[in-house]
């Protein structure tokens, strides 16, 4: 449900190669569409293709509501 990197190993690709991976599962799933939210990393997600469609508030705190269409290019 989460996903997340260490910060002695932040800023080495790592991130993006786990949300990559995640993305080919679900392709390779038959899954179209992605969806997640987060409070602090929407720029991370943008850079990788994520369009965000909606910002909330959950807990208090503000969020960004984002979707990956898996079929589209990067």
């Known amino acids: 449900a989460g996903l997340y990197v260490h910060p002695d190993h932040r800023r080495l690709g ?31 997600y943008g850079r990788l293709g994520w369009l965000t469609i909606e910002s909330a508030v959950w807990a208090g705190e503000p969020i960004a509501i ?9």
């Open 14 to 44: 790592i991130g993006a190669a786990l949300v990559r991976f995640c993305e080919a599962e679900a392709s390779a799933l038959e899954f179209h569409h992605l969806y997640l939210y987060t409070a602090r990393a929407e720029a991370f």
């Open 66 to 74: 984002m979707k990956r269409r898996l079929d589209a290019p990067s």
